[in-house]
């Protein structure tokens, strides 16, 4: 099976050869800017592994390559290494996570993982200093995105940043990610999407109004 890499024009010509899953909803953080809308005792609304190793089939078929694993956070549920053993047998895989729970037991389970060169662990982390992840994400969350991302590296796993660019008032610090490369070592790889002042406002000031929500 020939096993195709992230298109290296960034022309969007690969975008087809890519199978996105939302595996769930849930997540261990409540970040106010969430694009899924997850955060603590959000609504799982999971798939079941049968139903995702389906799409992967579905998926290798219409010869897609490129699995990426999403949610909220992914490592919450208990059937992401059956997932991702699946997909790895298979695909390239990426999951994409806040990397909180990557320690201990998941971390062992992680390691475990057949055709690890394969799989990419994108770990969201907002610039290179506290304040600005932490603003939207909670705080203490980026110490915990960087001590995850010591630990995958010392584990020789393939680590690529996610980094969300906030409003053009904390730009400056929040695009970027150097300081973090230099300091954690070998080479990641970063990608980054732009979240808009206005959708940060719409979303800050929802959290402030909504009854139900536990967000900042
Ligand atoms: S960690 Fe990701 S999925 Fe979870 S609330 Fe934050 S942005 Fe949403």
């Known amino acids: 099976m020939t096993l195709a890499h992230t298109n290296p024009q960034g022309d969007g010509g690969d975008l087809l050869h890519r199978l996105w899953i939302y595996t769930n909803y849930d997540c261990n953080l409540s970040c106010s800017y969430c694009v899924a809308e997850s955060f603590v005792g959000a609504e799982r609304n999971g798939l079941t ?111 690529r940043l996610g980094t969300t660019q906030t409003p053009p008032r904390i730009a400056r610090i929040s695009l970027p990610c150097a ?9 990641m790889t970063t990608t980054s999407s732009v979240l808009s002042s206005a959708a940060a406002s719409r979303r800050r000031a929802w959290q402030f109004h909504c009854p139900r929500s536990n967000r900042r």
């Not at 919450?76 to 059956?82: E, K, M, P, T, Y």
């Not at 997909?87 to 390239?92: D, N, Q, V």
């Not at 990419?120 to 932490?134: F, N, P, R, Y």
């Open 179 to 187: 300081v973090c490369i230099t300091r954690l070592g070998s080479p």
């Open 49 to 159: 592994l049968p139903q995702v190793c389906r799409l992967i089939d579905e998926a290798v078929t219409l010869e897609m390559t490129e699995l990426f694993l999403t949610g909220g956070e992914p490592f919450i549920l208990h059937d992401i290494f059956s997932m991702l053993h699946y997909g790895l047998e298979r695909m390239h895989v990426t999951v994409l996570s806040n990397g909180i729970l990557l320690k201990g037991q998941r971390l062992q389970q992680l390691k475990a993982l057949p055709y690890r060169e394969r799989l990419t662990v994108q770990i969201s982390l907002d610039g290179s200093h506290a304040s600005v992840h932490d603003f939207y994400r909670g705080a203490g969350s980026w110490q915990k995105a960087i001590d995850a991302i010591g630990r995958l590296k010392a584990e020789g796993f393939h680590v």
